[in-house]
């Protein structure tokens, strides 16, 4: 039966953009939700490798493998959709291991893996022996035509430490096993995301390691290697550096398989396929966002209407840590208030949901914390992170949840708030004002501390708040920025003097101009910017004043 997808394909990128499609898979395991823990019906199988498809992807690591499912009929829904099989986890019994490899041989796939080190660790004794046995599986394996075997990590093989016992050097069981199997038959698939929360620098830890390391389980999340759990999120949205574990590792790795145990959707899947796809065209995103402050809420008191364990209190929701949480009762309604010790004009409210949320909800705002008022309401949450902007005044604020989405209570990981002390007047908008100002004004003209990214923000934010920079551009390099972003209601003469003033303080900010530097006719750099500035800002400056500078500022930037 042919599924029907709800998702749709990400756009293709550019050649050199990101990996090639060939290099890209996902562990089924991201669907675990769906596929359940056994072997699936074909029509659920169907479905979700149809999703999966139209994610984007053209290759798959199955779990559980092999199924129960003759091999001809998994292929031919393999085939239906265009994928191929990169490598799987399943079963390493020695009694069932012929008949995993010659599934993984029927399939094609390069690959014959498990979801640990297929033995145990917990000594050095106990690690070298399950070497010798994944070495002796590998071998099999080899001999029959298949790959090699892949051992994929958790925290405990990188955390589980003793003494090696001719050197004495203490070392990893991932180490024992890696120093104790032969590359010929046995390599690894690096779970980036768990070695990251055991405390690994991942980047490194490749360069070391790399021509033993063929696969990587491509993982993002929040809250690694801190109090609480780490918290897997879509790729790059987390607070795994990516892009330098990719680069540390394309001349070692064969695939580059995402996964993200029990995704919440399929759309989820599409993001992070365009991730490993286009990261190089996406730049990052943005490269600044609206700084609005802390939470009001965080640290504030809590009272909820239960919790469903003891260390799954209200405080944890309002903790600042994204790995701690508050979990209600299994009933509704339910709900959790926070004391923000004064009242504020609200004008935000963020809800990290954990997989517990709540399909339907209000929230609600109190002076006094007895009476409730009503300032926004959800009827269709779809759980994950719900970011509502509202209006209301209240020194309380509740989130009162209504309907359950799940067979559990509600759970959350954060609860944030955000607004104004009441009554306040509002910052007024800037005006409208040249480059000369700007420059001034942002840059601290006799203390320039800011980086090249922030030094871009603000003249992003300046250039979206003022008709003065009236054109929407890449700021991907200096030499962007330089050419747009500068005053245009000039005459040509003064336009080449604000470029060259902001070429000279973007120089400054990318560390190639230091102020201390000495410019020709005495002075320094710094002395040549500040009455730059000066002159700029003088409406009783002349074009003969404004030039000299202009050239002298275009010498300092020529040279650079």
């Given at each position: 039966m042919a599924s029907t997808p709800?998702?749709?394909?990400?756009?293709?990128?550019?050649?050199?953009?990101?990996?090639?499609?060939?290099?890209?898979?996902?562990?089924?395991?991201?669907?675990?939700?769906?596929?359940?823990?056994?072997?699936?019906?074909?029509?659920?199988?169907?479905?979700?490798?149809?999703?999966?498809?139209?994610?984007?992807?053209?290759?798959?690591?199955?779990?559980?493998?092999?199924?129960?499912?003759?091999?001809?009929?998994?292929?031919?829904?393999?085939?239906?959709?265009?994928?191929?099989?990169?490598?799987?986890?399943?079963?390493?019994?020695?009694g069932t291991w012929p008949a995993t490899v010659d599934y993984a041989v029927a399939l094609g796939q390069d690959y014959i893996g498990t979801g640990g080190m297929a033995g145990n660790y917990g000594t050095y004794e106990e690690a070298v022996a399950t070497a010798a046995y994944v070495n002796e599986l590998g071998q099999y394996a080899h001999e029959h035509g298949a790959g090699k075997i892949v051992l994929h990590n958790?925290?405990?093989?990188?955390?589980?430490?003793?003494?090696?016992?001719?050197?004495?050097?203490?070392?990893?069981?991932?180490?024992?096993?890696?120093?104790?199997?032969?590359?010929?038959?046995?390599?690894?698939?690096?779970?980036?995301?768990?070695?990251?929360?055991?405390?690994?620098?991942?980047?490194?830890?490749?360069?070391?390691?790399?021509?033993?390391?063929?696969?990587?389980?491509?993982?993002?999340?929040?809250?690694v290697n801190a109090e609480g759990d780490m918290r897997q999120v879509a790729l790059g949205s987390g607070d795994i550096d990516l892009p330098a574990i990719i680069a540390a590792s394309e001349p070692y790795v064969e695939y580059y398989t995402y996964e993200w145990d029990n995704a919440p959707s399929f759309e989820t899947s599409a993001e992070s396929y365009r991730y490993l796809r286009c990261y190089l065209a996406d730049g990052g995103g943005d490269v600044c966002e609206p700084d609005d402050g802390p939470s009001l809420a965080l640290g504030r008191p809590v009272t909820t209407s239960s919790i469903d364990d003891p260390t799954r209190t209200g405080d944890k929701a309002v903790d600042g840590n994204a790995g701690t949480r508050w979990g209600s009762q299994w009933s509704e309604?339910?709900?959790?208030?926070?004391?923000?010790?004064?009242?504020?004009?609200?004008?935000?409210?963020?809800?990290?949901?954990?997989?517990?949320?709540?399909?339907?909800?209000?929230?609600?705002?109190?002076?006094?914390?007895?009476?409730w008022t009503t300032v926004h309401t959800v009827a269709d949450g779809d759980g994950f992170f719900d970011e509502i902007d509202l209006s209301g005044t209240g020194r309380h604020v509740r989130l009162y949840a209504t309907e359950r989405a799940t067979q559990w209570g509600f759970s959350l990981y954060e609860l944030e708030v955000y607004g104004t002390p009441a009554g306040a007047e509002p910052t007024p908008e800037p005006e409208t004002r040249d480059a000369g100002?700007?420059?001034?004004?942002?840059?601290?003209?006799?203390?320039?501390?800011?980086?090249?990214?922030?030094?871009?923000?603000?003249?992003?934010?300046?250039?979206?708040?003022?008709?003065?920079?009236?054109?929407v551009v890449d700021l991907t390099t200096l030499d962007d920025a330089v050419q747009v972003l500068w005053a245009r209601h000039h005459d040509e003469r003064v336009d080449a003097f604000d470029r060259q003033l902001l070429g000279a303080w973007l120089n400054v900010a990318a560390g190639?101009?230091?102020?201390?530097?000495?410019?020709?006719?005495?002075?320094?750099?710094?002395?040549?910017?500040?009455?730059?500035?000066?002159?700029?800002?003088?409406?009783?400056?002349?074009?003969?004043?404004?030039?000299?500078y202009k050239e002298a500022l275009e010498r300092v930037n020529a040279g650079h």
């Open positions: 709800t998702t749709t394909a990400a756009q293709e990128c550019g050649e050199g953009d990101g990996l090639p499609d060939s290099k890209i898979s996902i562990q089924l395991y991201t669907h675990v939700g769906e596929l359940g823990s056994g072997t699936p019906s074909p029509e659920t199988i169907d479905r979700v490798l149809g999703e999966v498809a139209n994610a984007g992807f053209t290759n798959v690591e199955p779990f559980n493998q092999p199924y129960s499912m003759p091999v001809d009929d998994y292929k031919a829904i393999l085939d239906r959709y265009g994928l191929e099989v990169s490598s799987s986890h399943g079963s390493t019994d020695r958790h925290q405990s093989e990188f955390t589980t430490r003793y003494a090696d016992p001719e050197t004495g050097e203490t070392v990893s069981a991932w180490q024992v096993i890696e120093e104790n199997t032969d590359p010929r038959y046995v390599t690894f698939e690096l779970d980036v995301g768990w070695a990251a929360d055991a405390g690994i620098d991942v980047p490194a830890w490749i360069e070391e390691y790399g021509d033993r390391i063929e696969l990587l389980h491509v993982k993002d999340a929040v809250n309604p339910e709900w959790i208030a926070v004391d923000l010790g004064a009242e504020y004009d609200l004008s935000r409210v963020v809800i990290d949901w954990e997989t517990a949320y709540a399909s339907g909800y209000e929230i609600q705002t109190s002076p006094d914390g007895e009476t100002y700007w420059t001034s004004e942002y840059r601290q003209v006799r203390n320039p501390d800011h980086t090249t990214d922030e030094l871009e923000c603000f003249l992003s934010a300046t250039r979206a708040r003022s008709d003065v920079f009236d054109e190639s101009v230091a102020l201390s530097d000495r410019v020709r006719g005495g002075g320094t750099v710094g002395d040549l910017l500040v009455a730059a500035e000066t002159a700029r800002l003088d409406e009783d400056s002349t074009w003969r004043e404004l030039r000299g």
